[in-house]
T-cell receptor
Framework: DAKTTQPNSMESNEEEPVHLPCNHS???????IHWYRQLPSQGPEYVIH???SNVNNRMASLAIAEDRKSSTLILHRATLRDAAVYYC????????????FGTGTRLQVTL | DAGVTQSPTHLIKTRGQQVTLRCSPK?????VSWYQQALGQGPQFIFQ???????QRGNFPDRFSGHQFPNYSSELNVNALLLGDSALYLC?????????????FGPGTRLTVL
């Protein structure tokens, strides 16, 4: 499984943008980049995914480098409810392929 | 839609015992995956069931087994429990032919082995 590297922790002030980086230098051409987050005492929650182009949804934006060796999850205005562990995952193309989690980035949001 | 449900919420067992955890997938989903999450770690993939068969398996011993029923619900069985099996067990559901889409996770079952 291709691996990802993320900072262990990051801090942000409420209502400011947050950029969560992820390195994946061994990504293959068919790997999708997925982001999940896990709030305290809950199961992981899907955030966003992409292949080559930048993606936006109601929760976040995903910026993918042109060489696909890195990506950034962007939370446009962090709130206290965004405090969670964020996981960057490379997911193989194919039917219902498994998710391989790393240790993620713990995001702290302060007033 | 109740989403993915798991039971029980918490469970305490002793070493050597056997345990069964249960999962009901999100309505319309046909695939169930199980993950183990140790304290402070990310979830680790155990196995996946589709059409009542194990389709993928992670690096877990044969003590971990599962089953999927015709209504797509699933069970995870762990035999001969070890202290190291203490963890949060997560169930995730998806569509087998749904492409690289999202998996929906349940809240998990917290297993403590004494």
């Amino acid at each position: 499984d291709a691996k990802t590297t993320q900072p262990n922790s990051m801090e942000s002030n409420e209502e400011e943008p947050v950029h969560l980086p992820c390195n994946h230098s061994t990504i293959s051409g068919t790997d999708y980049i997925h982001w999940y987050r896990q709030l305290p005492s809950q199961g992981p929650e899907y955030v966003i995914h992409g292949l080559t182009s930048n993606v936006n949804n109601r929760m976040a934006s995903l910026a993918i480098a042109e060489d696909r060796k890195s990506s950034t999850l962007i939370l446009h205005r962090a709130t206290l409810r965004d405090a969670a562990v964020y996981y960057c995952i490379l997911r193989e193309t194919g039917t219902a392929s498994k998710l391989t989690f790393g240790t993620g980035t713990r995001l702290q949001v302060t007033l | 839609d109740a989403g993915v449900t798991q039971s029980p919420t918490h469970l305490i067992k002793t070493r050597g015992q056997q345990v069964t955890l249960r999962c009901s997938p999100k309505s319309g989903h046909d695939t169930v995956s199980w993950y183990q999450q140790a304290l402070g770690q990310g979830p680790q993939f155990i196995f996946q069931y589709y059409e009542e068969e194990e389709r993928q398996r992670g690096n877990f011993p044969d003590r971990f087994s599962g089953h999927q029923f015709p209504n797509y619900s699933s069970e995870l069985n762990v035999n001969a429990l070890l202290l190291g099996d203490s963890a949060l067990y997560l169930c995730a559901s998806s569509l087998y032919l749904g492409g690289p889409g999202e998996q929906f996770f349940g809240p998990g079952t917290r297993l403590t082995v004494l």
